[in-house]
């Protein structure tokens, strides 16, 4: 008892209180800021480093649903143009809003429809669909109901049955092996239904996104509501997004 009242002291609170304000190590690497000045003349140090061709040059800019957050590009740039904060609010409603240049200052996704609110405002109950993914991702969300995160307390949980849930949250780059069984999954979730894409296989493919070994017509075919950007992403970048785009903060 006194080893558990000693641990305890020394543990503090480990309950995230406010999930907007939480400080993570400078270590981590969340959104990435592109330096307002010139790149040497022919340069392509960056591009040409990065594993999945999140970066294009002229002008320069970088793909949050491709990049894996790997330090590379921010290592090999002879300028120090490119830069990784610990911003780790990622999430957005729209493919297009994660392509990140030097006048991006911030992401996030615009408010949901007053609709969608009413349905999913005060309880939402997701099925994970792993769709080939490394364990990662999967890792993570898992991660939203331990007492740190605890996703619950704002009416967001994971439930074991697709006809239980109000929407899917897809890891991994959707294998041929996986394309029908997310479907099945999906079909099972009662009207109305969002879909969450966490992580950069899921968004993109990632490091597979040339592979054969990739179905991805299920993605292609259906309404995305949020993409959550990473290698793997934090689970402060879901809770946050979700309160955000539900307008619960």
Not at 73 to 82: A, D, H, L, Q, R
Not at 100 to 110: Q, R
Not at 134 to 158: H, K, P, T, Y
Request: with cysteine.
């Amino acid at each position: 008892m006194i080893d558990e009242i000693r641990l305890r002291i020394l543990q503090r609170n480990s309950v995230i209180q406010d999930v907007g304000a939480a400080l993570l190590p400078k270590l981590f690497r969340g959104l990435p800021v592109i330096g307002d000045k010139p790149c040497p003349d022919g340069c392509k140090k960056c591009a040409e480093v990065c594993p999945t061709d999140a970066i294009k040059t002229d002008p320069l800019s970088i793909d949050l649903g491709l990049c894996l957050f790997c330090p590379l590009c921010e290592e090999v740039c002879p300028e120090k143009i490119i830069h990784y904060t610990n911003n780790f609010n990622l999430a957005v409603d729209k493919r297009e809003k994660l392509i990140v240049t030097k006048e991006t200052e911030a992401v996030s996704p615009e408010k949901a429809s007053e609709k969608i609110k009413k349905y999913f405002g005060k309880s939402l109950k997701l099925r994970q669909i792993s769709a080939g993914g490394c364990s990662g991702c999967e890792l993570e969300l898992n991660a939203l109901s331990n007492v740190n995160f605890d996703m619950g307390r704002f009416g967001i949980e994971f439930v074991a049955s697709p006809r239980h849930a109000d929407g899917v949250v897809i890891t991994g780059p959707v294998t041929k092996n996986m394309a029908h069984a997310a479907q099945i999954c999906y079909d099972a979730v009662p009207n109305p239904k969002i879909i969450i894409l966490f992580g950069a296989c899921a968004i993109s493919g990632g490091i597979f996104q040339d592979s054969e070994e990739t179905e991805r017509k299920f993605l292609e075919q259906n309404k995305i509501d949020l993409f959550i950007p990473g290698c793997p992403p934090h689970p402060l970048t879901l809770i946050n997004g979700l309160l955000n785009w539900l307008d619960k903060k």
